[in-house]
């Protein structure tokens, strides 16, 4: 059984840090693009980040460009976003995804999905 399982999240300070993680199980992610996406309640699951399985082309979201990382270590089968300078407007629940067949922004293109961790950033 495949099995993504995201960590990190919490409640921080605007302006605060984070570091999201996401562990694979089940199958190896080495060769699959692997990415971050957000929900807040209400609206749609929004893209925040993607990296290829290479760690060679990385894309944000215009909101988090400048202030989150990607990363991945395809030793361990995981993928990290770090988030600094968070502002409330970040307050959302988290997924990690895997394996997407089309678009990388796009959440529906995507096969595997986390369960989600929030993130609460005060003001």
């Known amino acids: 059984q495949v099995q993504l399982v995201e960590s990190g999240g919490g409640l921080v300070q605007a302006g605060g840090s984070l570091r999201l993680s996401c562990a694979a199980s089940g199958r190896t992610f080495s060769r699959d693009p692997m990415g971050w996406f957000r929900q807040v309640p209400g609206k749609e699951r929004e893209f925040v980040a993607v990296?290829?399985?290479?760690?060679?082309?990385?894309y944000y979201a215009d909101s988090v460009k400048g202030r989150f990382t990607i990363s991945r270590d395809n030793a361990k089968n995981t993928v990290y976003l770090q988030m600094n300078s968070l502002k409330p407007e970040d307050t959302a629940v988290y997924y990690c995804a895997a394996d997407p067949e089309g678009s990388w922004r796009n959440p529906s293109d995507y096969a595997y999905w986390g369960q989600g961790t929030q993130v609460t950033v005060s003001s």
């Open positions: 990296m290829s399985w290479s760690g060679s082309s990385t």
